[in-house]
């Protein structure tokens, strides 16, 4: 017999695989394949967590779109909050700017944590390198090094027991540019480790290369499975 409260026990490790449908707006105008990994192993004194994301669309045999992004954290915590490191990888094939590299430092804490709801703050330095794409007026452009201040906001509410909804703000300002980027998901569990989540990602880049739009948004429908 199990009692009516009885809950499995938690785990330190906690992994998210999901894959689906893509539609792409802004430098990209296709529908295909996207998938994400994400990986977290939340320890008594660090929290470590990795996100892999990849884009991938083709009219017939040729590729129009291809992107890949790689998300590392590590957080030591603190009696009052964790200072973290932070690297962020992409490459697009087709963006405005091909290779971007950031890598930032920095003090977060939870502003409000709850059963239902979360909410954690962060700001920090870091460093940012970007490669633009060539455009007809500039073949051979050349890399951008910038140091920036980046804030983020990152929010989680349980909307309902089989429901949540997250919400991720950052800015990257920097004296060369400036970059703010919404990451916004909607998850709905139909199955004990079975999910269907919405999502959508816009990014805002103050200065882009010649013939690029400087906001991309990308919105997907994933079905999502959760490793515990």
Partial sequence: MVPPEYQEPETSFNAEVEAGLQLNSGNNETKNFNGRTYLTYDSLK????????????????????????????????????????????TWDEYGS???ISTISTGYGFDLIKNYTTKLSL?????????????????????????????????????????????????????????TLTLDMSYKNTFIQDWAFKIGMNVKYTEVVPEDS???DTVTTFNLLYTFQ
Avoid: C, H, M, W
């Fill in 46 to 89: 660090t929290k470590q967590e990795a996100t892999l994301k990849a884009y991938y669309a083709a009219d017939g045999s040729e590729s129009t779109s291809e992107k890949y992004e790689l998300y590392i954290q590590s957080n030591y915590k603190l009696d009052s909050g964790y200072v973290f490191g932070r690297g962020e990888f």
């Fill in 97 to 99: 700017y091909t290779r």
């Fill in 122 to 178: 962060e700001a920090g330095p870091g460093y940012r390198y970007d490669q633009p794409q060539a455009s007809t007026t500039e073949p051979n452009p050349d890399d951008n090094r910038d140091v920036i201040l980046r804030t983020a906001a990152k929010y989680s509410v349980k909307l309902q027991e089989y429901t949540s909804f997250n919400a991720d703000v950052t800015a990257e300002t920097g004296l060369e540019n400036n």
């Fill in 213 to 215: 739009k400087k906001t």
